[in-house]
């Protein structure tokens, strides 16, 4: 069987997003890379901002309404519909609600291959990658490294803590078939 | 019936993006913005300077390969599942191939209530624009600007020229159900 | 004489940066094109939300503390020193301080050749605009419009209301000796 | 006497900004941050592909021509004037010219008290993490490493190759008066 799509799981400033464009670099023929940080740049700039989007608090902590919600179910569904189309998709996400999350996903990607990949990162190295790139808000890092990982279940876990993001692409593309 | 898809299709530099956002702050309920950059930044770095990919030409032609016409077929059903599974969506594109672009949607909203708007600038006033911005090959908006529209029927068309983005977005916010 | 420097000055959303890039795109050699947005983001991040640095409220107002202040005047001093060493220079500021600022400017530029140039744009029309770029904070075109120019002195004025940002740069580069 | 400016030198990708960033956060009082790319940003969009400006080749070498050169000492001779107004400022460079560009820093930061740190990261690493990183073109990594450094004399070097960001800016934090 052939792998159609690579799930990325990990907190903020795990390095999730280096690891997807690297995947791009290495694996043959095209792949898309798609994240949450795509979805939440395409709703409105008011849902960012109220009880019915996401919200991120001043201690890094972020909360999404129901608003938000129904939209990722959308985005879910529309994302498998394009692997079933032809397309090969890498799917960069956070998984705020841990296992739940998860179980929306192998819902919206049911009878397609995918392989599910844990990024892991040291809490204290993550924030200071927080800092480093100077774009997020300070304990998004710290305060989502465990919880999102909390009953998922991977074929593959990587550690950006000590490992670069190419070394990680490169783990993971041996996997895929 | 309620209007569940507005396609915005114009020239770079024709104002198409800045329409979308009003349109997110005026209409009634969230509706998600994705565009043609969306999908471009989704593709791995090296479609883009490739034959399989985009390429953007030093005069500001564009021209694409048969790996991004591929993928951005299983873009357009995906986009059309999200629109099944309940989100209302905002299309910002620009029909490279004119009508036939437009067939191609059309196959893929099938039995979708969309919307079809053009998106019109005189061309002086968006190679100026493209000046102002900064950010794109200089010559896009000057070839695009009559080709994208060949051969596409509207439901509306609304011209920036002299018409702001937000009394343009009020303009095509009317025509909503 | 030979204008060496031109400062534009206008609240926020009123055209400021996309005249200033049409301004290196018309005027005969290279000009530098540095920005307040340039200074904050030179600022440590932390200084965007304490009392020293600047603040952007929710309703779009801005504050900025002594720390902003002392470090604006450093900024100031070292963009005349540019210019003294050969550069010649686009300065686009909000003038916060409407007045104040300009003086703090002339002191830092005495002895240069410096256009000054209002940038107005109707309230109503900048709010618009503020909304279809999507990046700034509500309100800060509102809250701006009037106070920068209150007291202020230019040797020319325009107004980016009807008139396209090209067209202006083109009028202030015919007062450019 | 007491440290007023932080020169960083070190290839593309070998973590600079990162570091820059981390200094901002962890020194007491505020740094201004200004880098390479600062002043490439303030340029006139033309310059970035003439043989006047800055180039960038396909095979990732960059070559500057005699405009780019004259605009960057007028920008060196402003920012050591920032410091003289008192203003502490991290210089985020890529000495493309090696000793002769520290010469050039030398002159224009004359009686200050710099702090000169070499930032090495292993070139397979800084090769990987342009790829990682998606946003610069494949090859400055590689071409940059060694040259930038050749006769260069600094107080201090970190190497990014398997040490945090971070952790470089406590190192050189310590080092600072």
Request: hydrophobic share 45%; aromatic share 4%.
């Amino acid at each position: 069987m052939t792998t159609q799509v690579i799930v990325l799981n990990g907190g903020s400033s795990s390095g999730k997003s280096g690891i997807a464009r690297c995947l791009q670099a290495v694996l043959p023929g095209p792949w898309l890379a798609l994240s949450i940080d795509t979805l939440v740049e395409a709703m409105p700039v008011s849902m960012q901002a109220s009880g019915t989007g996401i919200e991120f608090a001043a201690d890094g902590g972020v909360s999404v309404g129901p608003g938000f919600r129904s939209l990722q179910k959308a985005w879910q569904a529309g994302i498998a519909e394009m692997v079933r189309a032809g397309a090969r998709v890498i799917i960069d996400d956070v998984f705020l609600g841990g296992a739940s999350t998860q179980g929306d996903w192998r819902r919206a990607l049911a009878g397609l291959d995918v392989l599910w990949v844990g990024v892991r990162c040291d809490v204290k190295v993550a924030e200071g990658r927080e800092i480093a790139r100077g774009d997020r808000v300070r304990g998004m890092a710290a305060s989502q490294a465990e919880p999102v990982h909390q009953g998922v279940a991977y074929d593959l876990e990587v550690d950006t803590t000590h490992t670069e993001a190419l070394a990680c692409a490169l783990a993971i593309a041996a996997k895929v078939d």
